[in-house]
């Protein structure tokens, strides 16, 4: 699932890379709303970011949905939510082939995933999150 608009040398290698294998399927853009269909389709979620991101949303929106993550060491904040081999697994963006060795685990022994998927403890809601800043100022002010 996702948009590739802005990627389109990207579209065509990740289409052709994947042309000849029936098991993979594109599935293009969704609209929002329709995003717990997507997550309630999915067993793992991979996140091989290989840019710095300031916030893992994707990490914390799988995570919320109860979906295990396998994200690379540059995923940014959501480190505090996803624990190496408990509910997910984190591999160096440097080092793919450990991302085929996880992925290669979870094949041959798929109770993995249901193991990582016990093991989350489901992130804080938006509204959640902004009272415990609020609070945070609240107690610095006085």
Avoid: C
Avoid at 21 to 47: A, Q
Avoid at 86 to 94: E, K, Q, S
Avoid at 125 to 132: N, V
Wanted: no cysteine; charged share 20%.
């Amino acid at each position: 699932f996702g948009n590739t608009l802005w990627e389109p040398d990207f579209d065509i290698i990740i289409k052709e890379l994947t042309k000849s294998d029936g098991r993979i399927h594109l599935m293009g853009r969704y609209d929002h709303h329709d995003l717990w269909k997507v997550m309630n389709g999915i067993d793992m979620m991979v996140v091989p970011s290989s840019t710095l991101e300031s916030f893992g949303l994707v990490v914390i929106e799988s995570l919320a949905y109860g979906i295990p993550v396998i994200a690379s060491d540059i995923v940014g904040s959501s480190y505090e939510y996803l624990n190496h081999g408990v509910n997910g697994f984190i591999f160096p963006i440097y080092a793919p082939a450990t991302l085929t060795e996880i992925i290669s685990k979870i094949s041959k022994d798929p109770s993995i995933i249901s193991r990582l998927r016990d093991n989350i403890v489901r992130p804080p809601q938006i509204e959640e999150e902004a009272f415990h800043v609020e609070s945070l100022y609240h107690q610095l002010l006085h």
